[in-house]
């Protein structure tokens, strides 16, 4: 069973989320409206995913995401905001958040969007990926300094490289897993082996790396 934290500050709306996954069959193992609490709540919970608002009373929604990837590096992040501003997106992405999706979605595709996150996929409400994306591409436009010191950087394999070029593309893990005739399992430690010999933390810096390596 799926183990999901829900953070917002609106009260009704945060019993009626919870309310939701319950009956959807996930294990909701704790719900508050605090970011500074999250982030203890979910070191000591554990849950898998944190469905996490972007406006609360006590710190920002990006402070709450550095919080929790530096007390739970492995728990998976869905920003669930009323805001669709581009800079409240990209700020939330860039700081690791796994999903961006407004709460002007139905329950299906919250459902949806709380299943993938779980299962590793980086979700968006339609129109927001494609932002998120070509940011990427600008800063990836940008010349870099040049750093003598900076490592070589580790070779993939073949077929890494084959599905890292597909995330870079927006295909979900079952996507890749039918385009390439693999396992969801398969595709899903190709990523991690990839991230691993990267240092990267998630899909959505796999990505950026995909397309300032020209792999889009």
């Known amino acids: 069973m799926v183990r999901v934290m829900v953070v917002d500050d609106h009260p009704m709306w945060r019993e009626g989320v919870s309310r939701d996954l319950a009956a959807a069959g996930y294990e909701v193992v704790a719900a508050t409206g605090e970011g500074r609490q999250a982030v203890r709540i979910a070191a000591a919970a554990r849950p898998d995913v944190v469905v996490l608002d972007l406006q609360l009373p006590d710190v920002s929604g990006v402070e709450v995401i550095n919080g929790l990837r530096a007390e739970v590096p492995e728990v998976r992040i869905l920003m669930l905001s009323a805001s669709g501003e581009q800079q409240d997106v990209l700020d939330a992405m860039k700081a690791g958040a796994h999903g961006y999706l407004l709460k002007s979605a139905g329950l299906p595709e919250f459902l949806e969007a709380v299943s993938r996150t779980a299962d590793g996929d980086t979700v968006f409400t339609p129109g927001l990926a494609g932002l998120v994306l070509g940011e990427y591409r600008r800063l990836a436009g940008e010349p870099a ?15 890494e490289t084959e599905v890292l070029r597909l995330v870079a593309k927006g295909l979900s893990y079952r996507q890749i897993a039918e385009r390439l005739v693999l396992s969801h399992r398969t595709v899903q430690n190709h ?26």
């Not at 300094?145 to 077929?159: F, G, N, S």
């Not at 990523?191 to 889009?216: F, M, S």
Request: a neutral charge.
């Open 191 to 216: 990523v991690q082996n990839t991230l691993g010999k990267l240092q990267l933390h998630n899909r959505v810096e796999l990505t950026r790396y995909a397309i300032e390596q020209g792999l889009d």
């Open 145 to 159: 300094a040049a750093d003598p010191a900076a490592p070589v950087a580790p070779k993939l394999t073949e077929r």
